[in-house]
């Protein structure tokens, strides 16, 4: 029997609800050959049957790199003003000029390529593609019939899915209906909270994914006791977030820096709210919980710029450094204002320092991650 719908904040604000810009996509083509920054604490999956599709590079004022591309597949992106490991430039000016349009709407700005998006979502799919080595999932799926992507967003991933496994019917659900109208034939999109008790049948799903919900859900216990009733006995069920807290194992982030009060803030703002951004750490033992079996946890990390010496580290560092600095507005600010009572000056100094923080080259610090992946048992 279906646990009892928690009770709901009055408030309908997360993260995904936020007023976001849109997609931003730069083909790195990382190579698959690199070595994986991805440490596993379960057997190693199948790879998954078919290279998921490339984003494409926009045109932009980049310089000529294709002898670099050649040598360095992880270390191509034109560099900044900052220093050789940056995407940033004077403005971002390393962004292609067709994204730097701008409509004006609220007092913010809001990019007009792909207008209304989350593009913010879409930078972090292209990083989830460099981090898992262009697979989509982890979990061991074959031949699947039914995929349910909870929290879609800009519907990227579950098209991507639905490209890659042409025989399943792809379902992607979001408060907001910001999905592209032209998708594959097999992919269809929802408008649901998935914090309420959920309406499809149940044993019905034999791949349930979940990406970047912290900050959004208020009963994680509760929301892995909807997805093992509708996940089919014997399918598979993968949550994949990180930290929001940056840390570091050399020494060279200090206790006073910055990036201490900005993990613990974003993780206090969450707590007032009723909606926790510590679930990467909290998956396996809540999958357990709920009756999932075979669950393995596999880590990873994130750098908060391109400090690492490792190009496949590098290049990821870089595209979250240009996602945190170009982001945390759109992030942060209602957070700060609307649940933490700052005001809007407090709240644009306080985003200030972590734009600069995010420049310090000297500070190894990373944000740690988990993809969690686990079945349903084939008799309950």
């Known amino acids: 029997m279906a646990a009892p719908t928690p009770n709901k904040p009055s408030d309908s604000f997360s993260l995904h609800s936020i007023s976001q810009d849109s997609a931003v996509l730069i083909n790195d083509d990382a190579a698959p050959q690199a070595e994986s920054s991805l440490q596993q604490t379960g057997p190693l999956p199948a790879p998954a049957p078919a290279d998921p599709v490339e984003p494409q590079a926009p045109q932009g004022d980049v310089h000529d790199n294709a002898q670099h591309e050649q040598d360095d597949p992880y270390d191509y992106v034109s560099d900044s003003g900052f220093d050789s490991g940056s995407l940033l430039g004077d403005e971002t000016d390393t962004l292609a000029s067709s994204i730097m349009n701008y409509r004006i709407e609220n007092g913010r700005q ?27 999932h982890v979990a061991p799926i074959k031949h699947p019939q039914t995929i349910l992507d909870v929290g879609c967003g800009t519907g990227i991933w579950a098209i991507d899915m639905a490209d890659q496994y042409p025989g399943a019917t792809v379902i992607g659900t979001d408060l907001s209906p910001i999905q592209p109208e032209w998708v594959p034939p097999n992919c269809h999109f929802e408008i649901d909270d998935v914090t309420l008790e959920w ?3 149940s044993d019905h799903f034999d791949f349930i994914h979940i990406r970047e919900l912290f900050g959004c859900i208020p009963d994680w216990d509760f929301f892995f006791e909807q997805a093992y009733e509708h ?3 014997g399918g598979w069920i993968e949550i994949v977030e990180h930290s929001v807290q940056p840390i570091c194992d050399d020494g060279s982030m200090g206790p006073d ?15 007032i709210f009723g909606k926790s951004f510590t679930i990467w750490s909290e998956s396996k033992e ?7 079996v075979d669950v393995v946890e596999v880590t990873y990390k994130w750098p908060m ?3 690492p010496e490792d190009r496949k580290m590098k290049n990821i560092g870089r595209w979250n450094q240009l996602r945190l600095h170009e982001g945390i507005e759109g992030f942060m600010i209602r957070l700060l204002t609307q649940v933490g ?5 407090r709240a644009q100094v306080f985003l200030a320092e972590m734009r600069r923080s995010l420049k310090e080259y000297k500070t190894h610090a990373y944000l740690p991650g988990t993809v969690v992946y686990g079945r349903k048992p084939l008799h309950k």
């Open 110 to 136: 809001y990019h007009a390529y792909r207008d209304g998006a989350y593009w913010i979502l879409d930078f972090a799919h292209h990083m989830y593609l460099l981090t898992l080595d262009h697979k989509l």
């Open 199 to 201: 309406t499809f049948p």
């Open 231 to 233: 996940c089919k006995p």
């Open 257 to 271: 820096h910055f990036f201490h009060l900005w993990g613990k803030t974003v993780v206090e703002m969450g707590d």
């Open 286 to 292: 809540r999958m357990e919980k709920a009756g999932f």
């Open 305 to 307: 710029n391109g400090w």
């Open 341 to 345: 009572g700052w005001s809007v000056a």
